[in-house]
């Protein structure tokens, strides 16, 4: 079995900062492309960043230079810094991972989810 456990969402007031985290565990082989999206109320789910195995890293226009994307391959982690908060960065913040569990054998996984609340 494989997990993705996410931590550091919360309440942060217009302009603040946040930190999300990202860990995988169990039964893992390898960890191509993690990544981050959101989902705020009635909306679809839409991609935050994604950063992969070798560190390359792809933002949504809406958060460049506001969010950076980072990953400690040892750990299986990724973060996610957020800055400059808008109101519309609202939502429920899921961790996304592309994992092998064997050489040939493997699939995306998600996380729980963690809620993100900007507001005043």
């Known amino acids: 079995q494989v997990q993705l456990v996410e931590s550091g969402g919360g309440l942060v007031q217009p302009g603040g900062s946040l930190t999300l985290s990202c860990a995988a565990s169990?039964?893992?082989?390898?960890?191509?492309?993690m990544g981050w999206y959101r989902q705020a109320p009635g909306q679809d789910r839409e991609l935050v960043a994604t950063?992969?195995?070798?560190?390359?890293?792809k933002y949504a226009d809406t958060v460049k230079g506001r969010f950076t994307i980072s990953r400690h391959n040892a750990e299986n982690t990724i973060t996610l810094q957020m800055n400059s908060l808008k109101p519309e960065d609202t939502a429920v913040y899921y961790c996304?991972?592309?994992?092998?569990?064997?050489?040939?054998?493997?699939?995306?996984?998600w996380g729980r989810g963690t809620q993100v609340t900007v507001s005043s």
């Open positions: 169990g039964s893992i082989f390898s960890v191509r492309t």
């Open positions: 996304n991972a592309n994992i092998a569990t064997t050489m040939w054998e493997g699939g995306p996984y």
């Open positions: 950063i992969t195995a070798g560190g390359v890293t």
